[in-house]
């Protein structure tokens, strides 16, 4: 027995599912693979696979925005109780959580890849988290590196201020857009 035929057989036993026959001769697409996978099969039928999945995914989104929102209201002058040295971290809080979201984001696309792939809304919702994380590291380049944010009056300039609220808007369109694939998902 091969290491993924093992993985595959605790997956299926963890979740309590029953592994799906597949007829050997039929040739898979890498989407159906996905969702016929130990992985896939173990998040779409287990009885708390998607919702233990979809809560980490949850609790990621909260980290990433939650972090995000308080540097860019701090950089737009609404939280000056907070020091600008305090930012870098919270951005590392941030990032932390975007791998949560990434990992447990990924695990569900496998329980539901062929409808999501097809699903424009899904893949505006990518494209914003892609720009979102592109911002995100600019941010942290250049307006809260070490040497920046030893004095607090970079966060006053007009480039620091218009990339908050460019931020502030990406992460609100994300949760709005993420929102919408219950509602405007594409049906295959």
């Keep these: 027995m091969s290491i993924v035929d093992w993985l595959s057989q605790v997956t299926y ?22 969702e016929q996978s130990a992985l896939g099969v ?3 039928q287990s009885w ?24 860019d209201l701090r950089i737009l002058g609404v939280a000056r109780g907070i020091s600008a040295q305090a930012l870098p971290k919270l951005v590392t809080l941030g990032w932390w959580g975007f791998w949560i979201n990434a990992l447990s984001g990924v695990i569900i696309f496998f329980s539901e890849a ?28 250049t307006i809260l590196n070490p040497g920046a944010t030893r004095d ?7 480039s620091a201020k218009a990339q908050a609220v460019f931020s502030l808007a990406l992460w609100i369109a994300v949760i709005i857009v993420g929102r919408m694939i219950a509602y405007l998902g594409a049906a295959y």
């Design 152 to 158: 607090a009056a970079v966060l006053d300039t007009g």
């Design 114 to 141: 062929n409808k999501m792939f097809y699903d424009n809304t899904f893949r505006w919702k990518i494209v914003l988290i892609a720009v979102g994380m592109i911002t995100t590291w600019w941010l942290s380049k």
């Design 42 to 44: 173990c998040v779409a």
């Design 48 to 71: 708390g696979g998607y919702y233990i999945m979809l809560g980490f995914h949850s609790l990621g989104l909260a980290m990433i925005v939650g972090a995000l929102m308080v540097v």
């Design 13 to 34: 036993s963890v979740c309590g599912v029953e592994a799906m026959e597949v007829d050997p001769s039929v040739a898979l697409t890498t989407l159906d693979w996905m």
